[in-house]
């Protein structure tokens, strides 16, 4: 591939995918715009290279266009994705008819208020972490901030430096006011790309981006963090371990932990709870406890809205309960189908 031909087709793809390109092949890949990027990828030393022109071949949008197409100039062409659009009504021409916005919100509320006991589970997390540290896996709502926020009031007791990241600048802000709500605002600093508040707090809101950064300059010597009065790492929604494009951050986050802090990680969705643990385990000097907690407090209702504007319940049974099974509804299920041939085409290949 001549480097005309390269620059064309990096050019077409979005930044994030060409991060993926660069995992393994470029150093520090991911503090760089689209233009550097490309810059680093044609200097890369043939072999690479040739490796890098496989992995488009393969994966991306195809390569070799054909001739009509390749005689157009770059602006008029399109992508695969951009030949099929979905149709505006789809929903209309079969199938169940929609379901109304009333009827999905039906029955919920706010519960009756009562006093509040933490469950076993929570209390175990806690405790756990005074010597390990902690994997929490359990559904959305079940308590996870609990584990965190008496976590956090043990480390900042013993003077240490709490760091809790989320993987969006949205929750961290969140999250920066209900924690500040709960310890005071002169306890409570935030950092993420857009914010930077209180950063000698106790306790620090950051994006995970953000701390994996500050690792890495701590570890070359760039930037003081306060390392050796870091006492508690959470890593919120830890589930983007698995992401196949933002994984490395978390990955490289927890390598780069330093050793005396403790590592809390929540998720609602890890498919392998214990694999992580174990993974943890051999890599950090003290072992990794998971607490793996199935069952639902908070019931789950879901609704799929078709681009078309059709509704339609997510669920089979109307709420999924108690961590048991599920089962798509099959509305829903037609719908999704019928989105995916209009938008992919029939073989489903992006
Ligand atoms: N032991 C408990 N008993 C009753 N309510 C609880 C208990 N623990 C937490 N809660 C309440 O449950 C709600 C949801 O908790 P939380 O936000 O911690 O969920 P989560 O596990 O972090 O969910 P997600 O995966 O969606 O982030 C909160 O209103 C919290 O006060
Ligand atoms: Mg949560």
């Known amino acids: 591939m001549t480097d005309e031909e390269l620059i064309s087709f990096l050019e077409d793809l979005p930044l994030r995918r060409l991060h993926v390109l660069a995992r393994g092949r470029v150093h520090r890949h991911f503090r760089m715009g689209k233009q550097r990027l490309i810059d680093v990828f044609l200097k890369l030393p043939p072999q690479i290279r040739s490796a890098l022109e496989e992995d488009l071949r393969s994966t991306t949008i195809p390569i070799k266009a054909s001739p009509p197409e390749a005689q157009q100039p770059r602006s008029q062409k399109k992508s695969s994705r951009q030949l099929q659009t979905p149709s505006r009504h789809p929903g209309k021409s079969s199938g169940e008819p929609s379901t109304t916005v009333a009827d999905l919100?039906?029955?919920?509320?706010?519960?009756?208020?009562?006093?509040?006991?933490?469950?076993?589970?929570?209390?175990?997390?806690?405790?756990?972490?005074?010597?390990?540290?902690?994997?929490?896996?359990?559904?959305?709502?079940?308590?996870?901030?609990?584990?965190?926020?008496?976590?956090?009031?043990?480390?900042?007791?013993?003077?240490?430096?709490?760091?809790?990241?989320?993987?969006?600048?949205?929750?961290?802000?969140t999250k920066y006011?209900?924690?500040?709500?709960?310890?005071?605002?002169?306890?409570?600093?935030?950092?993420?790309?857009?914010?930077?508040?209180?950063?000698?707090?106790?306790?620090?809101?950051?994006?995970?981006?953000?701390?994996?950064?500050l690792l890495y300059d701590a570890a070359?010597?760039?930037?003081?963090?306060?390392?050796?009065?870091?006492?508690?790492?959470?890593?919120?929604?830890?589930?983007?371990?698995?992401?196949?494009?933002?994984?490395?951050?978390?990955e490289e986050t927890i390598i780069f932990c330093p050793t005396q802090a403790r590592?809390?990680?929540?998720?609602?969705?890890?498919?392998?709870?214990?694999?992580?643990?174990?993974?943890?385990?051999?890599?950090?000097?003290?072992?990794?406890?998971?607490?793996?907690?199935?069952?639902?407090?908070?019931?789950l209702r879901?609704?799929?809205l078709h681009p078309a504007g059709k509704l339609s319940p997510l669920f089979k049974s109307r709420d999924i309960t108690q961590g048991a099974g599920y089962a798509?509804?099959?509305?829903?299920?037609?719908?999704?189908?019928?989105?995916?041939?209009?938008?992919?085409?029939?073989?489903?290949?992006?």
Not at 116 to 133: K, R
Not at 220 to 227: A, F, K, P, Q, V
Not at 238 to 247: H, I, N
Not at 332 to 339: A, N
């Open 105 to 173: 919100l039906e029955g919920l509320g706010v519960p009756p208020s009562t006093t509040f006991v933490p469950d076993p589970w929570q209390v175990d997390a806690v405790s756990q972490l005074a010597t390990t540290d902690v994997i929490v896996s359990a559904p959305t709502g079940s308590g996870k901030t609990y584990v965190a926020v008496e976590a956090m009031k043990q480390a900042m007791a013993k003077d240490s430096t709490v760091i809790y990241t989320s993987p969006l600048k949205a929750l961290s802000n």
């Open 177 to 213: 006011m209900e924690f500040s709500h709960l310890f005071g605002h002169e306890q409570v600093g935030i950092l993420t790309g857009d914010r930077r508040d209180n950063a000698q707090a106790p306790l620090l809101i950051m994006t995970t981006e953000i701390l994996r950064n």
């Open 220 to 250: 070359s010597g760039e930037i003081d963090l306060r390392l050796n009065t870091l006492g508690l790492v959470i890593l919120d929604e830890s589930q983007f371990l698995a992401d196949p494009e933002r994984g490395v951050v978390w």
């Open 263 to 299: 590592l809390l990680l929540l998720s609602a969705s890890i498919g392998n709870p214990q694999e992580l643990a174990d993974w943890l385990t051999s890599i950090r000097p003290i072992p990794c406890h998971l607490i793996h907690h199935r069952r639902r407090s908070v019931p």
């Open 302 to 304: 879901g609704a799929y």
């Open 328 to 350: 798509f509804h099959p509305e829903t299920k037609r719908l999704f189908s019928k989105y995916e041939l209009e938008t992919f085409g029939p073989r489903g290949g992006r």
